[in-house]
Nanobody
């Protein structure tokens, strides 16, 4: 059983910063991909950023240069540093962990609200 526990969401003013964390526990294959997705009100869930266990990163165009994803393999934890936040970044952010085969796990989501 794999569990993902997210933390770090909240309310921030435009231009501000937040850091999200997601800790995974359970039986986890060492070669995996961890990432963050988000779902804004009235929209479908979209990819924000992913990082492999070999530290290969991928970002959505909308967050390049503002967000940074990194991970601690020893702790099975992934982080999302979000800078220069915009109102359009407001969404529920979900942590994801997956590896080869039907292994795809999601966190419960954490709300990020960017508003003055």
């Amino acid at each position: 059983q794999v569990q993902l526990v997210e933390s770090g969401g909240g309310l921030v003013q435009p231009g501000g910063s937040l850091r999200l964390s997601c800790a995974a526990s359970g039986s986890i294959f060492s070669r995996n991909v961890m990432g963050w997705y988000r779902r804004a009100p009235g929209k479908q869930r979209e990819l924000v950023a992913t990082i492999t266990s070999e530290y290969n990163r991928n970002y959505a165009d909308s967050v390049k240069g503002r967000f940074a994803i990194f991970r601690d393999n020893a702790k099975n934890t992934v982080y999302l540093q979000m800078n220069s936040l915009k109102p359009e970044d407001t969404a529920v952010y979900f942590c994801n962990l997956g590896w080869r085969g039907p292994n795809d796990y999601w966190g419960q989501g954490t709300q990020v609200t960017v508003s003055s």
